[in-house]
């Protein structure tokens, strides 16, 4: 039962496209990236993700439009959607998604 | 799949300890709710409950212990785990929780 300190776990993040796992609760786990450039076209068969903005914007793709997801903004895609995040610039991101969850869903990477 | 703005939705809530569901996925829910004064001491049997502090502050009370949560972090309470929050002056957080999750648990309100 010790609080988590985003900006303290988002400092330690390397790599971009790398979650960490910072929290679990039921069957799911919080984690948080760095998204910067693209990464990879793909869907979850069977897990509803979501995509809080911490710091900076990003553009989730779909296969018929795209959405900016800034600061302070959310966005849960749903599980067999395909989607492809991009970030021109570095943004940090909260994901909430179940336990498990491979990040290239459908997709080697 | 549209994206949700927090600020948008914490400017339209009213009262305290009343949250708003503002999102759906898998079988859980994020709420937003503001929390001033103190709230009632309560577990959940079966729901593990996250909270994210987006604006000010708030104390997480366990009968052992007191962790004060401020913005830009989050504490996960256990499910059994009696708590009790409680905030000097309003806050505004973001809760995950399983859908049903009823906000007094073990306690009428």
Known sequence: M???NLGQEL???DSC???KVVGEL???QVKIAKFEGEFVWHRHEREDELFLV???AFD???RDRCVT???GEFIIVPRGVEHCPRADREARVLLFEPAGTVKTGDRER
């Open 60 to 62: 989730m793709q779909f």
């Open 26 to 28: 039921n069957d799911h």
């Open 17 to 19: 496209w790398d979650p």
């Open 11 to 13: 400092s330690r993040l």
């Open 69 to 71: 997801v800034s600061q």
């Open 54 to 56: 911490l710091e900076g």
């Open 2 to 4: 010790d609080k988590v």
